[in-house]
């Protein structure tokens, strides 16, 4: 019954894809984040789903007649430059996982075509608007179902995502709801129909029981940061002070005692067995990028053959000391953007990775203020949550490998759309910010 879901699902969206590009563009995030084929069990698994919707969005696009124009910004150069720097590292990479490298730089130049399309094919309000219902729809529905099972149980049901699938991981699907939760904001914002604006609300709530229910340290710091950006941007201090000091008593009281002896145990970090394993694979990483100017390859940490070069020269390595590596503990990945992404590609990569990060977040603070000169209130709503799910994914990202995550892709590319709509607005500004009568 599911492969026949799945089957009549890719035919709509075949069909769809075809007679609009944007949805295409939508269908192919949805399918990226989603991962339907982990839904079913028969006949559609062997379905290329992703990569026929990917094709026929291509082609669409080069029949489509009203194509918008092409916009790149420095943004595009970097993520150009960081894809040489990745095929560079891969070429010259001396890991044992050879095989496993390509392969990941496979999925990294499909992401950055995913990019591409994106910025050539968006281009008006409800583009984007599909898109990020799409982001929600993948991301938080399912993040939802397992906060409800999570609630039912009375805590006892671990959260975490489809075996098999980029967000498998439940520290990646924490990282992954905190950045859709802003969006979520977004949507409540946007929509005016009642029970569907009740109904954001509601999957906004389970959104955020869900990353409690993951029991991931970095994502419930990652959380209490969102909270905080809501509250310090809020007009109702008061009224959520009083929600808070209610409801934290009651939370603290509910939640099972394993989930508070982790969380407890993010105070005392260095002790903690998990993170003196980062920390090991933290310095591996900068031992590989100090002697490899393109780094490793794609899962540096993770190659044998770096692991046991590295491991014994760490002891004494950085201003935190570790205990030594003992020579059973096998390779860990970095559990980190950066130090994943500087072992990978070395100090080059990690700068453009950094400066990508940066040069997002600074310009839709520009566009916030020009989208406020303007009186473009859903581009200013839309800005202002989108940099909070850049500051989401920079500060939560620090505790897991998701450096070349699809939605971070996608959200910059969603960041040069809205300026592309804003600076095709058709009132003018003088320099001084005044609008010109």
């Not at 492969?3 to 035919?11: K, Q, R, T």
């Not at 910025?119 to 799409?134: E, Y």
């Not at 044998?304 to 590596?325: M, N, S």
């Not at 003018?428 to 609008?435: A, C, Q, S």
Request: net charge positive; glycine share 6%.
């Amino acid at each position: 019954m599911r492969d026949l879901a799945v089957v009549i699902l890719f035919v709509f969206l075949i069909f769809a894809t075809l007679r609009k590009p944007y949805i295409g563009v939508s269908a192919w995030v949805w399918i990226a984040l989603a991962y339907p084929a982990g839904w079913a069990w028969g006949f559609s698994t062997s379905l290329r789903i992703n990569f026929t919707i990917a094709l026929l969005t291509i082609i669409s696009y080069v029949f489509y007649k009203g194509k918008p124009k092409v916009n790149f910004d420095g943004s595009t150069v970097l993520i150009i430059l960081f894809w040489g720097i990745a095929f560079i590292s891969t070429v010259t990479t001396e890991s044992l996982l050879n095989d496993t490298v390509w392969q990941k730089f496979s999925e990294l130049s499909k992401t950055i075509i995913l990019y591409f399309v994106a910025i050539l094919v968006l281009a008006k309000k409800v583009h984007l608007d599909t898109l990020i219902w799409s982001i929600v729809l993948a991301v938080c529905s399912f993040a939802a179902m397992e906060a409800t099972k999570y609630v039912i149980s009375g805590g006892g049901h671990d959260i975490a995502g489809l075996y098999g699938h980029i967000l498998g991981d439940r520290n990646d699907l924490a990282v992954a709801i905190n950045m859709c939760i802003p969006l979520i904001v977004y949507l409540i914002s946007e929509t005016k129909h009642k029970y569907l604006k009740l109904g954001l609300i509601a999957l906004l709530v389970l959104n955020v029981v869900s990353v409690v229910g993951t029991s991931s340290r970095g994502g419930f710091v990652g959380l209490i940061i969102i909270g905080v950006y809501f509250f310090i941007k809020s007009k109702k201090k008061f009224l959520l002070s009083v929600i808070v000091a209610i409801s934290l008593p009651i939370f603290m009281t509910s939640v099972p005692s394993q989930w508070s002896e982790r969380m407890e145990t993010v105070s005392s970090a260095t002790s903690d067995d998990s993170f003196v394993g980062r920390l090991w694979a933290w310095k591996i990483s900068a031992k590989i990028a100090n002697n490899n100017i393109f780094g490793n390859g794609f899962y540096a940490t993770q190659d044998p053959l770096a692991w046991r070069l590295y491991r014994d020269e760490i002891d004494d390595f950085g201003f935190i000391y570790t205990k030594p590596v003992p020579a059973s503990k096998p390779p860990k990945a970095a559990h980190s953007i950066y130090f994943q992404v500087l072992g990978d590609l070395g100090y080059i990569g990690l700068t453009i990775f950094v400066l990508l990060l940066a040069s997002m977040y600074l310009r839709l603070q520009r566009l916030r203020k020009l989208a406020k000169l303007r009186s473009m209130d859903w581009c200013y709503n839309l800005c202002s949550m989108l940099s909070v799910s850049v500051i989401a994914y920079g500060i939560t990202g620090a505790n897991v490998s998701m450096a070349y995550f699809d939605l971070f892709f996608v959200l910059v590319a969603c960041s040069l759309v809205i300026e592309k709509i804003i600076l095709a607005n058709d009132v003018p500004l003088t320099r001084g910010g005044l609008i010109d009568e």
